[in-house]
Every structure is written in C-alpha cells, then in structure tokens.
C-alpha cells in the first residue's frame, strides 16, 4: 500500500541475468502506453541487482487464475459468457491501441491468459512486456534474434521464417490462440495424451465448429451464450491462420466480435499450429525465450 493508501502490485525480479533487456523493454514499452486495457505502471526500482516494477493491483489477479486450477476447469471461478465476451473484446481493444494507437507501435510477443489482469469490475488489462518489440508504424516486419513467446501461443512465423516475418500479426495469432481456449476449446474434445499435437486437437476443434456445426453446448446456456461462444471460436480461427497475412487485423477483430454472428465468414482451417502447451503446465509469470529448435509436433 502507497502512503496515499493506493494498492499496488510489485513484481520483483529475484534473478536478474545480463544487462536487464526484459526489465528495461517492459518499462521503456509500458511507458509509452496510456489505455484503459493496458495495465498502469506506476514506478519501478533500478538498483544494482535490485529491480521491481509497481503496478496497479488488480484485485481479480489473472485471467488464466479464473479459467483453469491445476489444469482442470476451475468451477469456483467459473465467468459468465457475457463476462469472457467483454474480456476478448477488452483484449482486442488493448492490441488495437498497442498497434496503432501509439506513437510508436508495440508488439507484445507474450499475449496468453497469464498475462490479462482483471480488475475490481473484470475489465482487462495487457500486462508483462517484458518480451515486447517497438517499431514505427510503418514497419511492416520486424529484423529480430531468437524465438520469444510462451510454448502453445507462438505464431508459426515466430518459430519457422519460412512462413513469413514477425509482425503485429504475430500477437494476433496468440490473441486466436487464447480467445478460443477462453471459449472452451480443450473441453470440447477428448484429447487423450498431452503429446497430442496441436494439428491434430485443432482440426477436431475446427471440424466440429466450422464444418459439421456439433459443438456441445451445456444444456443451460442460452441461445444468447451459444452464439457468443461460436462467434468466439471463428474469430479465434481467422486469427490463428497459418500465413500472417491471412489474419485480420485487431480493428477487424473487432468488427467481427461486435457484430452479429451471420456476418463472420467461415474461416479455412489453418494447416500449421503453435506446439500444444499441456493443460496443467503454465508458464511462469515472466516471460522466457523459447528455443528456436523447438520440435513442431
């Protein structure tokens, strides 16, 4: 608690490597950013090997907290569709300013449920950007090293060039990848073993939804709920197509999550995803590099 009596959040990084890159990327970016969907930093400490950073507390911690409990669905915390709706929405509209609304635009690289706070009223908040790129908005790809993001959200170009640059693209396959398990994509099939890839668990997902239209609702969702949920997951898989150029952009993600069901075409069923994350291993809250050799099955 602040002498003001404010409650703040501090995030305290014990083990401090190298020249502090992450610490410094998530301040110089966060500081460039005033949004209502963007969490507010408040100050932070650099000294010697003692770094933090205070934030805004968020009195419903993270998404990820309300939507899983030790890897199985969390009935405690269980959202109301309207509630998860407001949240993708929320999130789209943080990403919408963090590529466009900004002097400068900044691509995040770490967007997944561990890092969307909530706060008293569950408006969300984009948090952690430690791994977060800055470049003109005229810049259409990014000349970066390495392969940055968290196992299960990487987009496919991020890991492989092959399929094209890095780019604000890259956090809208992540945004597809965490709007559709918002929706309930791991409930809806049976996955077996968690060395199932994400091909395989995806297509299932897609044919059931896309395709044949059986997605098994529970019994006492309203009509309204349904349709939030389908319209969900479509948007999900137009942002998670294989080649970035494919995706919509997040003002288009927006469009679509707001308007009516029958306006958002089917999208095609993306041929190549991002290695499945097991449900019941979630990544620490700072963000990590992935290796760059990461298998793709």
């Keep these: 608690m602040l002498p003001n009596g404010q409650l703040v959040a501090v995030k305290v990084l014990k083990e ?26 408040l100050g932070f400490c650099y000294e010697r090997n003692r770094r933090a950073l205070v934030y805004e507390f ?5 998404l990820e907290k309300l939507m899983y409990k030790s890897g199985s669905p969390n009935s405690e915390g269980h959202l109301e569709w ?18 466009g609304g900004c002097n400068t635009r900044i691509i995040h690289f770490d967007i997944k449920p561990q890092n969307i706070l909530l706060d008293e009223d569950f408006c969300p908040k984009i948090s952690d950007f430690g791994l977060a ?20 959200y990487i987009a496919p170009e991020v890991f492989c060039r092959n399929f094209g640059g890095m780019s604000y693209k890259s956090d809208i396959y992540s945004y597809g990848m965490m709007v559709r398990e918002m929706a309930g ?10 060395k199932s890839s994400e091909n395989h668990f995806t297509d299932q997902v897609y044919e059931l939804i896309a395709v044949r239209e059986t997605m098994k609702f529970d019994e006492l969702m309203s009509s309204e709920d349904k349709e939030t949920a389908k319209k969900m997951f479509l948007v999900g898989f137009w942002c998670i197509q294989t080649i970035p150029s494919d995706r919509p952009s997040m003002t288009k993600v927006l469009e679509m999550l707001k308007g009516s069901l029958e306006s958002i075409e089917v999208p095609p069923k993306p041929f190549l995803f991002s290695p499945r994350m097991p449900t019941q291993d979630f990544s620490p809250s700072l963000s990590t590099y992935v290796d760059s050799k990461v298998s793709l099955s």
């Design 16 to 41: 401090v490597q190298g020249s502090g890159e992450d610490f410094m990327n998530e301040v110089g970016s966060i500081s460039r950013t005033s949004h209502v969907n963007i969490v507010n930093l």
């Design 58 to 62: 968020m009195p419903n911690k993270s």
């Design 82 to 99: 309207k509630t998860l709706y407001q949240i993708a929405v929320g999130v789209a509209q943080g990403l919408e300013y963090l590529h």
């Design 133 to 152: 790129k800055l470049c003109g908005k005229k810049q259409s790809i990014l000349s970066t090293v390495g392969t940055r993001g968290t196992i299960g």
């Design 185 to 194: 994509a791991k409930k809806i099939v049976e996955v077996g073993s968690t």
